[in-house]
């Protein structure tokens, strides 16, 4: 192999190690739709986990220490994004999100699992164990 092909593939190697290293390990509260589509372009090898929510919503007040314990066990193995859909409703309707809170999992802007509704900590812990192999 000539050696500026192996040069490639370092480059890209690295490229790739140093956008591992840097992913969020908290949770990315997005504000405008440019800074969703720059997360998912960002690091189109990670699930990005995102809560659909709204103040007013009452089962997402519930979800979210949920979703908070859940980043802080799995922060930086996926990406935790939280999308307020009166701020934000450009995202849900991207979506089709009609009832929140919604959970979607996607992976290089791709739905790869959704989920509608409040649901426990051990249900949802049981869904990440299930996409950790997308995470490759």
């Known amino acids: 192999m000539p050696d500026n092909e192996l040069d490639k593939i370092r480059l890209q190697k690295a490229e790739s190690m140093m ?7 908290e949770i990315v ?5 440019e ?5 998912s372009k960002d690091f189109p090898e990670k699930v990005v986990m995102i809560d659909f929510w709204a103040v007013w919503c009452g089962p ?7 979703f908070e314990k859940l980043n802080s066990e799995y ?14 409703g ?4 991207r979506y089709g999100i009609s009832g ?8 290089g802007g791709n739905v790869v699992h959704k989920i509608v509704g409040a ?3 051990e249900h949802m812990k049981k869904v990440l164990e299930k996409l950790k192999s997308f995470n490759h």
């Open 19 to 25: 956008k591992t290293s840097s992913v969020p390990k």
């Open 75 to 88: 922060g930086g193995e996926f990406i935790f994004v939280k999308v307020n859909v009166d701020e934000v």
């Open 60 to 66: 997402c007040m519930t979800f979210a220490p949920v």
């Open 90 to 93: 450009s995202i849900a309707q």
């Open 100 to 107: 929140i809170p919604t959970t979607l999992f996607l992976k």
């Open 29 to 33: 509260k997005i504000k405008t739709m």
């Open 35 to 39: 800074e969703f589509n720059n997360l």
């Open 119 to 121: 649901y426990p900590y």
